[in-house]
């Protein structure tokens, strides 16, 4: 007998007929879910879609989900959904991260001075996911409070089994299937897809009602190049032995603020509910935790996740099913890269749906794509490997920040926000590109995961500023080609290859325990790699944020 008859017996379930056959259903109202729904409609016109969602709309605007901040690439992923004239009017822009680091003698700050050319936002989620509901709700079939149990193979379609909260159960047909239920992995657990990444971070996480403020907390010095502007537009990061903690403002009254640690160095015990929570705040971050106590701002939730890695591929596959978001790839928040990941995914999906339709073969394709995310899921495990284990040692977290955005700005960044798979022979040649930098990468990521990289590092970890202000450094460079994208490919795979210099001597200096602050901040590096990193256009802020300090 089949599971689903058991189900739909066991649960006295009623069969209603078989409604209409789409071109895809997608299980999941989330981000993942939302995201491709829109990005599909707007590139295949013609296409049918039924959404199939376990709970109803509108959701809780603020204390509903974590994933409340962008980066670039999914700023820009956002942008081109939904516009920025709405991201920027309903949302809060950010203004990059900020990495604080105290100890017992000294405060330590890194970040920008200005907004970039191009916005990425911090939100509440729910509103977020509410106003994509309000897009789609006229143009595709959402089933709200309607769950996904089975699906079966059958010829050109696919029977896809879903009940309501009445019980009553209704049988889709469908070409395609896609998992976006997040961490239900529906589709991922029916085929025995998913694992765990080999990460030991978890993490703990609470809204408050209120403006939690850097300038507060810690207030800047005359001393301090950030002195006299409003730092609570950055993503804050507050680095520790094993820890991180984010503050983000996702509106003018409401604020996010979570750790992420290492299972390996803070037992999840000392975190587990709120009170504790803040106890462990008051061993480890004593200025924050008293800042919070003093402010006494009202908590709207506390949630935690352990050990949240996982992966689960392939992305997408021949027998017509796909897995974005959550159910494909969830490795760690430490850069916000989850709805970049979701941006990638949901580009391979759409390609292919829309290749198949215009009736092209979609085999090579897929095995294409495929193979470019299970090349991300290695570089990016390798970006977050005993990452947190550093996080007390300020040349680390300096070099480290450094190399991954060099890593980010200079290879992927890039590459999707011009379009850069948009043809497939192009892609490879592209994909080629990046593979080299990665390689470079790895190179030097194995270096800063030694112990031996702290104890060389002494001295540069001495001589290196408290102050460290980005706005001015190679990564400004790097990162003007993003302020002009324009979809020219000839330039892209120019601009990868002078990235891939820049990585090699980047390699060289940490091979060689140089500081690499020299390079970075007062380019001491040879002159042709800052002349062809940008020559594509200086950085410089975007003229009409400035007036927001
Ligand atoms: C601590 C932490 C911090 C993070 N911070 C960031 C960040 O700053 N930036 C970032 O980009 N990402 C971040 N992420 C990643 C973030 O989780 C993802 O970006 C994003 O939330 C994934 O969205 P999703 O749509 O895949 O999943 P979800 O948002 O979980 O949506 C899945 C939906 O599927 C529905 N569903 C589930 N099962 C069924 C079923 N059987 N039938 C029908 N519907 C179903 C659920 O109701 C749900 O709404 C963070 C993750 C963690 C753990």
Same mark, same amino acid.
């Given at each position: 007998m089949l599971i689903i008859n058991k189900i739909i017996n066991y649960f006295n379930i009623k069969l209603r007929d078989i409604v209409k056959n789409y071109d895809v259903v997608i299980i999941g109202g989330g981000l993942a879910g939302l995201t491709l729904a829109s990005q599909l409609l707007r590139d295949i016109p013609d296409i049918s879609i039924c959404l199939i969602h376990d709970a109803k709309f509108? #959701?809780?605007?603020?204390? %509903? $989900?974590? /994933?409340e901040a962008t980066i670039d690439l999914g700023g820009y992923y956002l942008r081109e959904l939904l516009g920025d004239e709405y991201l920027s009017r309903e949302h809060f822009i950010k203004m990059g991260m900020r990495f604080i680091y105290t100890n017992d003698k000294l405060y330590k700050e890194m970040g920008i001075r200005n907004f970039p050319q191009k916005n990425s936002y911090q939100f509440e989620r729910g509103k977020l996911e509410n106003h994509f509901f309000s897009l789609l709700q006229d143009k595709i079939d959402i089933l709200q409070n309607t769950r996904f149990l089975d699906v079966e193979d059958e010829g050109h379609f696919k029977k896809i089994h879903v009940v309501e909260l009445s019980k009553v159960q209704k049988i889709i047909n469908s070409r395609w299937i896609v998992d976006a239920s997040g961490r239900k992995k529906v589709i991922s657990r029916k085929y025995n897809l998913s694992s765990k990444g080999n990460l030991p971070n978890s993490s703990v996480w609470f809204r408050v009602k209120g403006a939690v403020l850097v300038d507060e907390i810690y207030p800047a010095e005359? =001393? #301090?190049? %950030?002195? /006299? *502007? !409003?730092?609570?537009y950055s993503s804050l990061h507050i680095d520790g032995k094993g820890y991180w903690i984010w503050v983000l @403002?996702?509106? =003018?009254h409401t604020t996010s603020v979570g750790i992420c640690f290492s299972e390996n160095i803070h037992q999840f015990d000392s975190l587990s509910d709120l009170e504790k929570t803040f106890e462990w705040l008051k061993t480890h971050e004593r200025v924050f935790y008293d800042y919070l106590l003093k402010k006494q701002f009202s908590i709207l939730d506390f949630k935690y996740l352990r050990k949240y890695a996982s992966i689960a591929q392939p992305c997408i596959s021949e027998n017509h099913w796909a897995l974005t978001g959550d159910a494909c790839i969830f490795l760690d928040p430490v850069y916000s890269s989850g709805i970049d990941l979701m941006c990638i995914e949901n580009t391979f999906i759409v390609d292919v749906l829309a290749q198949e339709k215009n009736g092209q073969d979609i085999k090579e394709r897929m095995a294409f794509y495929n193979s470019v995310i299970s090349d991300l899921v290695i570089a990016y495990s390798n970006v977050f !490997? $005993? *990452?947190?284990?550093? $996080? !007390?040692n300020w040349y680390y977290i300096f070099v480290k920040y450094v190399v991954d955005s060099v890593f980010y700005f200079g290879s992927i960044c890039p590459c999707f926000m011009n379009k850069g798979m948009r043809d497939f022979k192009n892609a490879k040649i592209i994909w080629d590109k990046i593979h080299k930098i990665y390689m470079e990468y790895d190179k030097v990521n194995s270096i800063l995961k030694t112990k031996k990289f702290s104890e060389n590092n002494r001295q540069n970890n001495l001589d290196?500023? @408290? %102050?460290? #202000?980005?706005?001015?450094s190679l990564f400004a460079k790097i990162n003007s080609y993003l302020t002009e994208p324009d979809n020219d490919l000839e330039k892209l795979i120019n601009l990868l290859q002078d990235n891939y210099q820049v990585m090699c001597k980047i390699c060289e200096y940490i091979s060689s325990d140089r500081n690499l602050y020299d390079l970075y901040i007062? @380019? !001491? /590096?040879?002159?042709e790699i800052f002349h062809t990193s940008w020559r594509y256009g200086e950085f410089f802020p975007n003229p009409e944020m400035v007036n927001r300090n």
């Open positions: 509108p #959701n809780e605007e603020t204390a %509903f $989900k974590v /994933g005359e =001393d #301090n190049p %950030f002195y /006299g *502007m !409003d730092r609570s @403002r996702l509106s =003018d !490997d $005993k *990452m947190y284990e550093q $996080k !007390d290196l500023p @408290r %102050f460290i #202000n980005l706005s001015e007062r @380019r !001491d /590096g040879p002159p």
